[in-house]
């Protein structure tokens, strides 16, 4: 069903036992997997990426856990067509470059600590940035495929184990980066 364009909002409260709210998390997990998601009584399938956000606050004797989740609402005939401009367009573009951004700051950081990313980090951020493809305007798709070229010789020196070549790369992703906004934004 495909969405409306009005905003909708579905907000339960409950206390419940820890056992209830732990089976209420593992359905949202499976919707989730099964790429969909439910809001009131609208179910919605949903694209990729997810973002999550966690947020935990301990203040005196109490906890929350706050989880924010957003995901492009999945077009009801294939992928979205990419808006022409420099943004790349359209919520999904914009949903890829957030994820993109998050993913390239924890490999940075990762390498900062002078460690290789995590197993899943590089191939993550390539999958991210495969899925980016399709919006990537003419007029930068050659800066945007020399990126990711540098950003996979980051990958693949850190995953040898050289971490020095590996953050020289990642400086000069970030100068392509800065020197791509400046030039198409």
């Known amino acids: 069903m495909p969405p409306?364009?009005?905003?909708?909002?579905?907000?339960?409260?409950?206390r419940l036992p820890p056992g209830e709210a732990a089976r209420r998390l593992r359905r949202l997990a499976d919707d989730l997997e099964a790429g969909r998601i439910e809001v009131g009584r609208e179910a919605l399938d949903i694209g990729?990426?997810?973002?999550?956000?966690?947020e935990l606050k301990i203040k005196g004797a109490e906890v929350s856990c706050?989880?924010?989740?957003?995901?492009?609402?999945?077009a009801p005939h294939g992928p979205p067509e990419p808006v022409?401009?420099?943004?790349?367009?359209?919520?999904?573009?914009?949903?890829?470059k957030k994820a993109l951004a998050a993913r390239w700051k924890s490999i940075k950081a990762s390498l900062s600590a002078?460690?290789?990313?995590?197993a899943a980090e590089g191939p993550d951020f390539l999958e991210l940035a495969?899925?980016?493809?399709p919006h990537v305007q003419p007029d930068w798709a050659a800066d945007w495929h020399a990126c990711i070229r540098r950003a996979e010789a980051c990958l693949?020196?850190?995953?040898?184990?050289?971490?020095?070549?590996?953050?020289?790369?990642?400086?000069?992703?970030?100068?392509?980066?800065?020197?791509?906004?400046?030039?198409?934004?």
């Open 48 to 54: 990729a990426p997810v973002f999550m956000e966690t």
């Open 156 to 185: 693949q020196a850190a995953s040898a184990g050289d971490i020095d070549a590996a953050e020289d790369a990642a400086a000069g992703v970030d100068r392509d980066i800065r020197r791509c906004h400046k030039r198409y934004k």
């Open 66 to 74: 706050e989880i924010t989740l957003k995901a492009p609402v999945a």
């Open 84 to 96: 022409a401009g420099a943004g790349g367009g359209g919520p999904e573009a914009k949903v890829l």
């Open 130 to 133: 495969r899925r980016y493809e």
């Open 4 to 14: 409306s364009k009005k905003k909708t909002r579905f907000e339960q409260k409950d």
């Open 114 to 118: 002078g460690r290789a990313p995590g």
